[in-house]
């Protein structure tokens, strides 16, 4: 693994290898520094807390530093073009972080780039997330492989790298997604290629209430995200029976948990009573970002190996 842009760039042994890596720094914290020396590079078109907070403290943790570029300095790609924008960074810096408007100018830089470029969300895709959602699935069941899991809402950058995930790992994804909000066609078919391969199943489903029943994991996402802001008034009306609420909820397995990659709208996708009960693990999947991102970093910046 060079970079990390999609899910897609992983398989079922490195996961797997990842999440181990990730239980072991979890468990034991990182008492030595095996990336001191190292500066990261965060290059944010847009806002973030979880993400931008998660690595620059992961990076800190492990003994190295974080460089913070954001949409000031970036000015929205205009200033200058990925390719020589990582060609730059890459004489400075040991690895790249970017989150992006558009997913192709990630991979762009990836081209350009001789250190990891790593995806911390783009239009497509948000690799770092589903990774750390998954961990999180496996640290509450003690497995994916054949666990049920609904997502229900937008069909965009997280549904897809949780698509892409949850296939590589044997999960039975179901996603209810309004018409016009589905899922990328590409990602709905190379997803539903490897779970046969693992075992598991994505698909997709008439309704919220088809996806939830009898799931042991339930996933929502903000209706609007970033970047769509206009589109904010139609997409409240599109989605608004796709709000998980204790009714919807209910139709779920009774143990089961909700889950959102935060930040959450409440009263729109999610109510108060979902957010707040006893079934919600939403910081405990955002604590989990900081704990699979060191293991990212231990094996793109080429220490994995060293503290096995
Ligand atoms: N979930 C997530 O990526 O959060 P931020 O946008 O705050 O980084
Ligand atoms: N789908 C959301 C996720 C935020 C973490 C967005 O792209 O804004």
Redesign the pocket.
């Given at each position: 693994m060079k970079h990390l842009l999609t899910v897609r760039d992983l398989n079922a042994e490195t996961i797997r290898r990842l999440f181990e890596l990730t239980a072991r720094l979890k468990r034991t914290g990182q008492a030595s520094r095996p990336l001191a020396g190292k500066t990261l590079g965060l290059l944010f078109q847009?806002p973030s807390l979880?993400?931008r907070v998660s690595f620059e403290v992961g990076m800190a943790q492990l003994g190295g530093q974080s460089i913070y570029i954001g949409p000031v300095e970036l000015q929205g790609g205009q200033r200058e073009g990925a390719k020589d924008l990582a060609n730059v960074l890459s004489r400075y810096l040991d690895g790249i972080v970017a989150r992006t408007y558009s997913h192709d100018h990630i991979v762009e830089m990836a081209a350009a780039s001789s250190v990891p470029v790593i995806n911390g969300?783009s239009?497509e895709s948000?690799p770092c997330?589903a990774l750390a959602d998954l961990f999180t699935v496996h640290e509450r069941f003690g497995k994916l492989k054949g666990v049920p899991v609904a997502y229900v809402g937008?069909g965009?950058?997280?549904c897809h790298s949780l698509m892409e995930a949850s296939a590589l790992t044997g999960v039975h994804l179901r996603i209810a997604a309004p018409r016009g909000y589905t899922p990328a066609a590409q990602v709905l078919r190379w997803a539903g290629a490897q779970a046969k391969r693992n075992a598991g199943t994505v698909e997709l489903c008439a309704s919220p209430d088809k996806a939830v029943k009898g799931a042991w994991v339930v996933y929502t996402?903000?209706w609007t995200?970033?970047?769509q802001e206009k589109e904010a008034a139609k997409r409240e009306k599109v989605f608004r029976p796709y709000q998980v609420n204790s009714r919807l909820f209910r139709q779920a397995d009774p143990q089961a948990v909700f889950m959102h990659?935060?930040?959450a709208h409440r009263g729109q996708e999610v109510t108060d009573q979902v957010m707040d009960s006893t079934r919600s693990i939403v910081y405990d999947q955002a604590e989990n970002r900081l704990h699979v991102q060191k293991a990212i970093l231990l094996e793109l910046l080429g220490k994995g190996r060293s503290i096995r």
């Open positions: 847009k979880r993400t969300l239009d948000h997330q937008d965009n950058n997280v996402d903000v995200s970033m970047g990659c935060l930040p």
